[in-house]
């Protein structure tokens, strides 16, 4: 069983910066490919980044590519957003996620691939 706790959400303007954080506890967190998910009011859940389980990979959704940034620090457990030139459309509850298996990031683009999920945190940029 893994636990997985998001933080750094919050409430920024258009064109700001965020970064939003992710710890995971229970188990070898480098045995996980991580991604983050994102979910708008009356939408559903969205692919957003992914990272293979030694961060050798990354992938994004093409909505977000070259603006957001995933890492990950396998020392500290962690997995890391970085969201920049945020837009009022990126507003959403983002959900850290972790996987199974050793495959490329671009295998975890979909929410079945994953077995655990944290909680989420509130991103809203305001234009």
């Known amino acids: 069983q893994v636990q997985l706790v998001e933080s750094g959400g919050g409430l920024v303007q258009a064109g700001d910066s965020l970064r939003l954080s992710c710890t995971a506890s229970?188990?070898?967190?480098?045995?996980?490919?991580m991604g983050w998910f994102r979910q708008a009011p009356g939408k559903e859940r969205e692919f957003v980044a992914a990272i293979s389980w030694s961060g050798g990979s990354t992938s994004y959704a093409d909505s977000v590519k070259g603006r957001f940034t995933i890492s990950r620090d396998n020392a500290k457990n962690t997995v890391n957003l970085q969201m920049n030139s945020l837009k009022p459309e990126d507003t959403a509850v983002y959900y850290c996620?972790?996987?199974?298996?050793?495959?490329?990031?671009?295998?975890?683009?979909?929410?079945?691939?994953?077995?655990?999920w944290g909680q989420g945190t509130q991103v809203t940029v305001s234009s």
């Open positions: 229970g188990h070898t967190f480098n045995n996980y490919p």
């Open positions: 996620a972790a996987g199974i298996g050793k495959a490329s990031a671009s295998w975890y683009i979909s929410l079945n691939k994953y077995n655990y």
